[in-house]
Structures are given as structure tokens and as C-alpha cells.
């Protein structure tokens, strides 16, 4: 617990009314979207950099926890306070657009920064900030970092980590680096902003991100491909990648899935194929948008695509993309606890992987519906069992170790985008060599001695 002294210390650093160890703020600050609980001893919104350095030194001092927290919208756990300690919030002073460099393609930005507030500020200039995550509404660009989110334009501009040229960061001990440029090239000393992205809050406090952007493409469209299994999608998926085209998105939804949305939205789906793929191309000519389109069409029907509908408007494409973002909270169908992943593998091995995920539904007589951004083999698989029911939920904790190792037996990792966590600590050591999480650890023992910084995440204690 922290004592009335550490807090009137912290108050005067950042004034009374940036701090608060109330009820109804340890409540609000107590969860993410894992539903889990852990309540912090208080909540202390910084106003700057220098707040966070002073915070940090005297919470080193005494071994106080900190937690760094962005929107609270990880399905992992990684922004839970299950140490206790301060949880330190940027959404109320550290918010704001620093600049946007025309010349350069460059945005600076605080990690309180909403993501779609970025991508709205920068496409109003003709530039383009790809990485979109589905919370990109409300989750701010410091967790995006300290997660490595990825999002469905993945497939074609890559993730979170792609867009990061340089970060200035508070270490646990009070100091204050920045690491990175905002040059194209930078290969003088160690490469620690890619060390801190991913990292969870572990290692260090983000305080300013220096985020690439690129022209904005003017044209996008929209096509969704019906397939009569899953296997015939998913080769289509990685043949496409193959064939020298380049979606933006390629996304995919199986069977359960589509029953699923159908049954809560009515959206006149076709419930008994095996799998929807839905995908956008975008350029800067309509010729070439046409000629990816035909491509695509032509693959997707050499591999047994029954039915290729292109959007003709925004309308269309609105149609065809709402069963994809709705998939998530369709689920819910199947049951009141979903174990949700978000495994990746080889495109390639993506047949193979669908093929173990639903033996595994079989044996353990449970549903197990799967979307997600396979074009970047990226695969959303939602472990669905009654919640109130114990027995379940053990058997759905045994279907997820599988999960896991299926997905490491075909060269795959356990997370794409939405990082480990509490939720996916107890399984590092199925992807990590002893070796491996001796290193992790000592990387985290260099950045923070005294294991004040969100410690109990990622397996590594």
C-alpha cells in the first residue's frame, strides 16, 4: 500500500488535482477489455515529461509500482495494476499532436494521442498514418507502441513498429532518453527504440513518439469473395500474396462466424458458405485499383470462390466490411466467456493451422469461431464456452494451450498485435527456449534494477 506521505509527495509534484486514490477512480482504473480486476493504490496524471522523470526517481527510491496506462483497451492485460502501485495515466495533459512535418512525413506525438485523431489530422494534409487497430476510436498511440498493434490494413503497410522512427522515454530511475531520429537512416548505436516498442511498460515510460507517414493513396475499393470451405479461403489468401498483388486488407470470416453476425444483425449473409474473405486495394488510379480487383477475382475463383461482389459505392463497401467489424461481439452466441487469441503463423501454413484449430473444437466438444487479417496470417481465434459453467472454462483453458502449440508447431507466435501480458505470461515458456527468457529477463534487469516498472507481465518474473 502507499502511504499518505508518497501521495502528498506526488500531489506536489503534479498538483492536487492530478491525483487520486478515491474509490470510484481505483474502480475505473482497475480494468481492461480482459475483464480482469486489479485495483491500483492511486491514479496520477502527469503534465509533462519532467513530472514523469520526478515520479519515476522517487518511485524508484521506495520501490513503488508504476503501471503506464493508455485507453485501458488491450485484451491481454498488459495495463492492469496486478502489482498494485500508481497507475499513470497521459489522457488528460499528455494528448496533444506536437507537429506534423509536411516536408518530412513525420508526426510527433504524445502517448495520450488518440489514433484515429492522428490519421484524421494527418489525412486532412494528403498524409496517411496506416497502422489502424480495431480500438483505433479510443486507443491511444502509446499503447499502440507499447503493444505493437497491428489493425486490417496490416497486410500491405505493415504494424505499429513499421511507423516508429524514434521515442523519448523516462527510464525508472528518473532519466530522460531519447532514442531514434527523425532521419530515414539511422544505424549509430544500439537500436532502443525498437527495443522499447512491444515492451509493454516494462522497460521504460514513453513520453514523445516520432511516428513515419506516407502520401495518402486517393482511391480504395472493396470486394468480398464467398468460398464454399475454409480451406479453399485460405488458399486463396496466400496465393493472392503470392501473385504479385498487394491488398490492403484481406480478411477473413468462417462459418461460425458468419451464422454468428447473421443471427445478431440480420445483414442477409449467406450462412452456409465456409468462409468470406473480404479485402481492399487502394492507388492513385482507377486502372490499377480495376487490375488488382481482376487479379484477386481470378485467384479467389481458381481456388473456389463461388460468388466475387465489388462495392459500387462507400455504401456497398460499409455493407461488406460490417460483418468483419462486427464479428467480435457476434460471439457472444456461443457463449458468455471468450478466450480470445491472436495467433499468427506463415500464410502459407494457414490451411493447416484452421484445420488443427477445429480438431481441437471437436475433441473438446466446444465452438471455436475464427476471423481475422489473414492477409498478414494474422488469425482471431475465439475460444467460446459457458462462463458461469467451471468445468467449461477449464476445458477452454486446455483448448487454448493447444491453440498454442499448434500455432508454434507451424512456425507461429503467440501474439500478432495484441501482445502477452498477464493473460498470455503462463505460455512464453511453450515459445521461448530457457535461453531466450534468460535474455528477456536480463534486458528487463538492465532497464529496471528494482522491477518498479509493470512488473508480472510477459512471463518475465
Not at 43 to 54: A, L, M
Not at 195 to 206: K, N, Q
Not at 238 to 250: D, E, L, N, Q, R
Not at 364 to 381: A, K, S
Request: hydrophobic fraction near 40%; charge should be negative.
Amino acid at each position: 500500500m502507499i502511504d499518505s506521505k508518497h501521495l502528498k509527495y506526488f500531489s506536489n509534484i503534479v498538483g492536487d488535482d492530478n491525483i487520486y486514490s478515491d474509490k470510484a477512480h481505483l474502480i475505473a482504473y482497475s480494468y481492461d477489455a480482459t475483464r480482469e480486476h486489479f485495483e491500483p493504490d492511486a491514479v496520477v496524471f502527469p503534465r509533462n515529461e519532467e513530472d514523469i522523470s520526478e515520479i519515476l526517481k522517487y518511485c524508484n527510491e521506495h520501490r513503488i509500482v508504476i503501471v503506464p496506462r493508455g485507453a485501458g483497451s488491450g485484451f491481454t492485460g498488459g495495463a492492469l495494476p496486478s502489482s498494485g502501485g500508481i497507475v499513470l495515466g497521459f489522457e488528460k495533459h499528455m494528448n496533444k499532436i506536437l507537429e506534423i512535418d509536411v516536408k518530412n512525413m513525420v508526426a510527433i506525438v504524445q502517448p495520450g494521442v488518440i489514433n484515429m485523431d492522428l490519421q484524421r489530422a494527418v489525412e486532412e494534409i494528403g498524409l496517411f498514418y496506416p497502422p489502424d487497430p480495431a480500438s483505433q476510436e479510443y486507443s491511444t498511440l502509446g499503447g499502440n507502441v507499447s503493444e505493437n498493434a497491428g489493425g486490417m490494413r496490416a497486410a500491405k503497410y505493415g504494424i505499429t513498429k513499421d511507423y516508429v522512427m524514434a521515442t523519448r522515454a523516462i527510464l525508472p530511475n528518473g532519466d530522460i532518453i531519447k532514442a531514434g531520429k527523425r532521419t530515414i537512416k539511422d544505424v549509430a548505436g544500439y537500436n532502443i527504440s525498437g527495443i522499447l516498442i512491444a515492451s509493454e511498460g516494462t522497460l521504460a515510460v514513453l513520453s514523445e513518439i516520432t511516428l513515419r507517414l506516407i502520401p495518402k493513396p486517393k482511391l480504395t475499393k472493396t470486394a468480398m469473395g464467398i468460398f464454399p470451405t475454409v480451406n479453399d479461403a485460405m488458399e486463396a489468401v496466400y496465393k493472392t500474396m503470392a501473385s504479385g498483388i498487394t491488398p490492403v486488407a484481406m480478411e477473413f470470416l468462417d462459418n461460425l462466424t458468419i451464422r454468428a453476425v447473421e443471427k445478431t444483425f440480420n445483414k442477409g449473409l449467406p450462412i452456409d458458405a465456409g468462409a468470406l474473405l473480404v479485402t481492399d486495394v487502394d492507388g492513385n488510379l482507377e486502372d490499377d485499383l480495376n487490375f488488382q480487383l481482376t487479379q484477386i477475382e481470378k485467384v479467389f475463383k481458381e481456388n473456389g470462390c463461388s460468388d466475387f461482389k465489388i462495392a459500387k459505392n462507400d455504401k456497398e463497401a460499409a455493407d461488406i466490411w460490417f460483418a468483419r467489424r462486427n464479428a467480435s461481439p457476434a460471439l457472444s452466441v456461443y457463449g458468455s466467456k471468450k478466450l480470445n487469441e491472436d495467433v499468427t503463423v506463415p500464410r502459407a501454413v494457414l490451411p493447416k493451422l484452421l484445420e488443427k484449430f477445429y480438431a481441437i473444437a471437436e475433441k473438446y466438444q466446444i465452438n471455436i469461431p475464427c476471423f481475422g487479417h489473414t492477409g498478414d496470417g494474422n488469425v482471431h481465434t475465439n475460444v467460446m464456452v459457458d462462463g458461469s459453467d467451471p468445468e467449461q472454462v477449464k476445458i477452454a483453458y486446455k483448448a487454448i494451450e493447444e491453440v498454442f502449440q499448434a500455432t508454434i508447431d507451424l512456425g507461429g507466435t503467440l501474439s500478432g498485435e495484441h501482445g502477452i501480458g498477464l493473460a498470455k505470461a503462463p505460455y512464453m515458456h511453450m515459445a521461448f527456449t530457457d535461453e531466450e527468457m534468460n535474455l528477456f529477463k536480463s534486458i528487463k534487469m538492465a532497464f529496471d534494477p528494482n522491477n518498479i516498472l509493470n512488473p508480472a507481465k510477459m512471463g518475465l518474473n
